[in-house]
T-cell receptor, first 109, second 112 residues
Framework: RKEVEQDPGPFNVPEGATVAFNCTYSNSASQSFFWYRQDCRKEPKLLMS???SGNEDGRFTAQLNRASQYISLLIRDSKLSDSATYLCVVNRGDYKLSFGAGTTVTVRA | NAGVTQTPKFRVLKTGQSMTLLCAQD?????MYWYRQDPGMGLRLIHY???????AKGEVPDGYNVSRLKKQNFLLGLESAAPSQTSVYFC???????????FGSGTRLTVV
């Protein structure tokens, strides 16, 4: 079983729509959680950290459910510029991050 | 501030050839990493380093070697390239190791 699993999508949504997707992680000892964004043929970049209480950053909301071992990302009022692959990332408490394969989001005009 | 710089950006190798990928960071980060990214597989850790002079194996180390002789540089070597090593290679560095990774722009390697 992969350490981090994501629905690959793609999620095709119109501008202004809300889109949400999850990822699951297998190691219950995981301590830190993140969402990274990767544009086509570019390097991943940190979008936001995910905290136990849930957190928002503008139009983006991240949630963590430790009991069920999943993380979610919700994007409100989608923009064309939100089109990207979103990587779910987990740290087990050591000096390494584990990356999911990504969820592709395409926002259409 | 350049951040993390990878060279080369593109390379085509013949099976059996060798090459070295260079990663350089100017942020005084202790931790450095080499990942490969393949379609549907996500980023997989090849090797990493927790400080100058140290290296450790990641998830998929076979066929690769690394060196960290200077804090700012992390080299990834392919001794005898194979078509299975066709991939996009990303280097990353981190001050603390558990978060805040900065990635280089990647090296697209094709082995024919």
């Amino acid at each position: 079983r992969k350490e981090v699993e994501q629905d690959p999508g793609p999620f095709n949504v119109p501008e202004g729509a809300t889109v949400a997707f999850n990822c699951t992680y297998s190691n219950s000892a995981s301590q830190s959680f993140f969402w990274y964004r990767q544009d086509c043929r570019k390097e991943p970049k940190l979008l936001m950290s995910v905290y136990s209480s849930g957190n928002e950053d503008g139009r983006f909301t991240a949630q963590l459910n430790r009991a069920s071992q999943y993380i979610s990302l919700l994007i409100r009022d989608s923009k064309l510029s939100d089109s990207a692959t979103y990587l779910c990332v987990v740290n087990r408490g050591d000096y390494k991050l584990s990356f999911g394969a990504g969820t592709t989001v395409t926002v259409r005009a | 501030n350049a951040g993390v710089t990878q060279t080369p950006k593109f390379r085509v190798l013949k099976t059996g050839q060798s090459m070295t990928l260079l990663c350089a960071q100017d942020m005084n980060h202790e931790y450095m990493y080499w990942y490969r990214q393949d379609p549907g597989m996500g980023l997989r850790l090849i090797h990493y380093s927790v400080g100058e002079g140290t290296t450790a194996k990641g998830e998929v180390p076979d066929g690769y070697n690394v060196s960290r002789l200077k804090k700012q540089n992390f080299l990834l070597g392919l001794e005898s390239a194979a078509p299975s090593q066709t991939s996009v290679y990303f280097c990353a560095s981190s001050y603390e190791g558990r978060w805040g990774y900065t990635f280089g722009s990647g090296t697209r390697l094709t082995v024919v």
